[in-house]
């Protein structure tokens, strides 16, 4: 592919060399009036150990951005390899929990068994960012679940699994 200049007329160019960086897959919660919701996302990354840090872009074109930028606590999961299907649910079903073993976390925000981390958040700041919404959370529990599962990886447009060097 030649080299260009993102425009409005090559944002499909721009997503597949977006999409050259793999990255983690998570499944970010929280719990509102009408009952829990749920988003797929792989703009994970941490920010700071001190104050503890997170952050996560939702997009302002999906129906769940505004209630997840208003919202006063989530709760991230760093989903295992073996949870293709859940992350492949909660791209298009948010509020769908019925088929999924989960319980109210810390911060009343749903938390599923089986991801190989969850961090508990108190929403810190939200800052617009063109077509998404940057959502820093601040840390106010977090868990480890070791497990045999690798972490669920996306890359190109695929899910898949990281196969270290031997």
């Known amino acids: 592919m030649p080299s260009f200049t993102p425009d409005t007329t090559n944002t499909d160019d721009l997503r ?37 840090l997170v952050l996560w872009s939702a997009a302002c074109s999906s129906k769940r951005h505004d209630t997840f930028a208003e919202a006063t606590s989530f709760c991230i999961h760093i989903l295992a390899a073996n949870q293709i299907a859940l992350a492949k649910h909660f791209a298009r079903h948010g509020d769908d929990f019925d088929a999924h073993d989960w319980a109210r976390g810390p911060n009343g925000a749903p938390t599923l068994r089986g991801c190989l981390a969850t961090f508990h958040c108190d929403t810190y700041a939200v800052h617009p960012a063109g077509d998404h919404s940057i959502i820093v ?19 190109r447009g695929l899910f898949g699994r990281f196969c270290p060097d031997q």
């Open 16 to 52: 597949r060399a977006f999409s050259q960086f793999g990255t983690g897959v998570t499944l970010v919660t929280t719990q509102t009036a009408s009952g829990p919701l749920g988003m797929t996302a792989n703009s994970f990354s941490s920010v700071s150990l001190d104050p503890a």
């Open 137 to 155: 959370g601040r840390v106010t529990q977090a868990a480890v679940h070791d497990g045999v599962h690798d972490g669920l990886m996306f890359d």
